[in-house]
């Protein structure tokens, strides 16, 4: 079992900046924390941001050039740092874990979940 905790939500204005934190604890074999979700009420979970155990990072459009994942040297702490925030940024975050060596945006391709940290950007 592997169980992971967010940190690093809050209100900003846009253009503002937030940078996520999750920690995972527990383990199973080649699992780690490799995405970063966001879900807002009434709508589906979207993939935000992914990294392949080769470092290598995936995100979605309306994202690029302004976030960006990373992993510790451990691999059990992931972060996300998000710059530039607008207010259709505005969801709950969620970190999943996956064993998977080359994860994709979707959720299908993760395991274990965290509980979230919302992130709210006013205008």
């Known amino acids: 079992q592997v169980q992971l905790v967010e940190s690093g939500g809050g209100s900003v204005q846009t253009g503002g900046s937030l940078r996520l934190s999750c920690v995972a604890s527990?383990?199973?074999?080649?699992?780690?924390?490799k995405g970063w979700f966001r879900q807002v009420p009434g709508k589906e979970r979207e993939g935000v941001a992914v990294?392949?155990?080769?470092?290598?990072?995936t995100y979605t459009e309306t994202v690029k050039g302004r976030f960006t994942i990373s992993q510790d040297s451990e691999k059990n702490t992931l972060y996300l740092q998000m710059n530039k925030l607008e207010p259709e940024d505005t969801a709950m975050y969620y970190c999943?874990?996956?064993?998977?060596?080359?994860?994709?945006?979707?959720?299908?391709?993760?395991?274990?979940w965290g509980q979230g940290t919302q992130v709210t950007v006013s205008s």
């Open positions: 999943a874990a996956t064993p998977k060596w080359w994860p994709s945006l979707s959720e299908a391709d993760f395991t274990y």
């Open positions: 990294v392949s155990s080769a470092g290598v990072a």
């Open positions: 527990g383990y199973t074999t080649n699992t780690y924390p």
